[in-house]
């Protein structure tokens, strides 16, 4: 699928920081950061833009924060062929903290939030465009929210500035049939916006979900290297760049950097598809109870969980 | 997605057995006897029907020759609630080593070919329906067959009376618009038959295409338990059973055996998604060579492996 409005953006660290506390070091932030740039990749996200108040250093590393003397450090001096985007949560950070865009390596700042959030989510936004930035807000669990209170929402961001809004698959739990009516009703009520997808790969759909979502004509693909992310983790990022048929892109890269920094982390945490993750997708609930099962010592009694999860109704 | 006409068909033991020559004990195969049972799946594909002749009993484990001995043990005397299929390679079985069906616990026997062999598996099929037998034709590697040779041998199969033909997609090399592409000219070729799909999961999308060949009207499902099979391995069966909205279907005795059975064959066999299977996917190429890699001590060389696969060239 060749179409050039496509962009696409790695999550390696931001996504894949939710599994350690963005206790990646500069080594690995380095390969992906090169890795993108050579495999052709339109914006790497470096991590969350927190404020320093919000999270303590002793606890989180630094893409929590994504302070422009980290994000310098792992860039150098060279010229930048990769945009840079950081996350920002609602309450994590404090607008005098958000720096000037002349001021930063950052070139876009994307406001992720639940529904009912959505007006400070426009707020902020507006804020970071105001300081020179590109934005996304990136409207998360949108499985769980009511069909008026989406409307509600997707009105309100109708009528913002913020030139980009993104459906967000948090819990792993849409097919296909999912994204597309979705698609159509984003494209529906956001005219003249573009929309980006977000997927989780609960039920080994997100590379699936996100071609339906191209399809659909969704213009902002999220992926990450091997799918490295929060639970079940997400779009792997070499199957997306193996399908896009722009000439831009390379695989090589991102096979490079999986075998130099991805795979040894595959030891360490547990992101992809297990059973655990699969039932909280299908139950689309939020994957928390599942990672905390997984980091318990009775990782693989899988069908005590299923029976926890399910109280051995719903899904018997 | 409720179609009464929509039957699903576990290969956790034929396919899986592909990964360790079909060296199960029994308890494993009880245990998906009993849980595919219990789940509601419509047929448990148990092995491979080949000759004494063809193999040794000393490489092969008794999967790979189906007696009815070894199915009785299994099985034992109580009333058989789940159909029970063998698939049949072309050259690899006697006429005369197959039992009549009155003879056997068998229902049915899944002649699997190329699409130079169409006219051989036909005879076969032929030969099992004359015997009392359910057959099907499963058309492996429709991927690499050529338009021509395509229909030639659909056509062929239309004027048989094999009643069932499926799209296999041996290299885990299709798209969901492949499939659906497919399933049209399988539906438009064989007027009156019904058309089954078998996926792998090189590109995490077997589950994914499944999904799209159900929507394109396909009716006999192949899948495995947690994917177990050649490879990358298969559809989940647990994700498609959760999939199907039929209430006949239940989820957790299947969670139950993946749990008992199939993890522990996790730590001994590499089935799933792995870079060099997802190589050889995009590549449209059989797995041989990424098995090949995956069972050397330089499995996590996943470089050297997309080199070695593209010369440097091809994906590059």
Not at 126 to 138: L, P, Q
Not at 247 to 268: H, S
Not at 292 to 303: F, G, I, P, Q, Y
Request: glycine content about 6%; hydrophobic content about 40%; overall charge negative.
């Amino acid at each position: 699928m060749f179409r050039p409005e496509i962009k696409v953006i790695d999550c390696s660290v931001r996504d894949g920081g939710l599994m350690n506390k963005w206790q990646f070091d500069d080594a690995f932030v380095c390969k992906v950061y090169t890795a993108c740039t050579e495999a052709g990749v339109d914006y790497m996200e470096i991590g969350y833009l927190s404020s320093e108040t919000a999270f303590s250093r002793d606890e989180v590393g630094p893409w929590k924060f994504c302070a422009e003397a980290d994000i310098r450090r792992i860039i150098g001096n060279g010229e930048k062929k990769i945009k840079l985007s950081a996350m920002a949560d609602i309450g994590r950070i404090e607008y005098h903290d958000i720096p000037h865009k002349s001021e930063s390596a950052l070139d876009m700042i994307r406001v992720a939030c639940y529904a009912h959030q959505t007006d400070a989510a426009i707020d902020l936004a507006h804020h970071c465009i105001d300081k020179g930035y590109e934005t996304t807000i990136n409207l998360m669990a949108v499985s769980t929210v009511g069909l008026r209170e989406l409307d509600e929402a997707l009105d309100d961001l109708s009528k913002s500035r913020v030139p980009i809004v993104y459906v967000v698959d948090s819990f792993g739990a849409f097919y296909s049939e999912d994204i597309d009516l979705l698609a159509k009703k984003y494209m529906e009520r956001l005219p003249g916006k573009t929309i980006g997808i977000h997927c989780h790969n609960n039920q080994q759909l997100a590379f699936a979900n996100t071609i339906s979502a191209i399809i659909s004509g969704i213009n902002y693909l999220d992926a990450s290297l091997y799918g490295i992310g929060r639970g079940a983790g997400n779009c792997p990022l070499e199957l997306l760049i193996a399908f896009l048929k722009n000439p831009k892109f390379k695989v090589r890269p991102l096979i490079e950097a999986i075998e130099a920094e991805i795979l040894p982390w595959q030891e360490k945490i547990d992101w992809g598809y297990y059973i655990p993750y699969m039932v909280t997708g299908v139950l689309n609930q939020h994957p928390r109870t599942a990672m905390a099962h997984m980091e318990s010592d009775k990782k693989n009694k899988v069908t005590q969980f299923f029976d926890q999860m399910t109280n051995s109704t719903e899904l018997e």
